[in-house]
């Protein structure tokens, strides 16, 4: 650790993604260390690697606070704390790494994010699709407008069933978690939906619940059509359905100008492109494009890299970050809405 290494302080070791943040945090070199921790789950630490065992260690964030020997924290808590978290860190003055979905419902976040825009402090969020080479080139295309008329937005995840993590874990728990598949991990595509697309979710008609074998306090997966405001229809598909640990995920996009078929997690690349277009002259417009292997370790790879070096140049020097305390609290709506939809068997506008 050097002068300009930004110092980090992760909060919840033993998160689901709590190692593979402090493997991507290591991938910056010197650019970032971790130099603190508050446990978090109990203060359980079952997952903190042995190189960080010696770091000074807090049982409370306030606690961080008043030492205050950190630039920045990674707060990885369940979303019955991680608000409250969030809250005293925007008023300490340190930057703030959420991982998603930040809370369980909009109207837990509304007071975090008015906090944040209050202290100006510099904010990142876990939604690490947004810093993806093939959802910018997905963006790219719609800002080009080359789908034309975007007519139809297809976008699926699928993954291990319940029994993999078991049924009692924390995630499942509705008083803790607020919510299941669409909050916790359908959450990615539909915060990545606006942001690829440039239109805004309007209205959902939504059914979800418990439609594998496991009994869940929370869905397991359904599906959500949603209306856009740009006339398009975007439909999101996935649940916790998949017999081992295991997943399957990708977009496809119609319009009228072309139609494209995205797989992020082909296999040997860092996504592939099946792009269809019109056909001039006789000669259709038609190709394969994967992007290069990915070698970044960590949660999420070189996008998660991508995320928090920015992060941290937004704390430095300012200005936002691809993903702001009100995009946050947008996607929260949306998953709200996707749940009142479902709830009320009609469909429901996104607030």
Known sequence: MNSNTFR????????????????????????AALVAVVPGFSNSLASL????????????????????????????????????AAIELARS??????EKPAAACARDWEPVAEEIRKHKVAFQAGYMWRYDEGASRLRAMFQDRRFGKPISIQMRWFTSDARRRGPGHYLFDRKTSGGGFFNWLGCHWLDLLPWVTGSRAKAVLARVGNLADATLEV????????????????????????????????????????WVHWNPAYPGTSGKFEIHGPQPQFMPMDEEFSLLPDGAKGYGGAKTVELITDWIRSAREGGDCRNTPESVLETLKLVDAVYASSASGSMAAVA
């Open 93 to 98: 003055g340190k930057a703030i790494l959420m």
């Open 49 to 84: 690697e042995e190189r960080h065992s010696a770091l000074p260690r807090f049982d409370r964030v306030e606690d961080l606070v008043a030492w205050g020997g950190f630039d920045g924290a990674v707060v990885c808590l369940p979303n019955d704390k991680a608000p409250a």
């Open 8 to 31: 980090v302080a992760f909060v919840g070791i033993d998160h689901p993604h709590g190692s593979g943040w402090r493997e991507s945090l290591g991938e910056l070199g010197e650019a």
């Open 219 to 258: 869905e397991d997966g359904g599906t959500a059509i949603i209306e856009m405001a740009d006339g398009a229809q975007a439909v999101l598909s996935g649940g916790y359905w998949l017999p081992r640990w295991a997943g399957e995920s990708g977009w496809s996009v119609y319009g009228g100008d072309r």
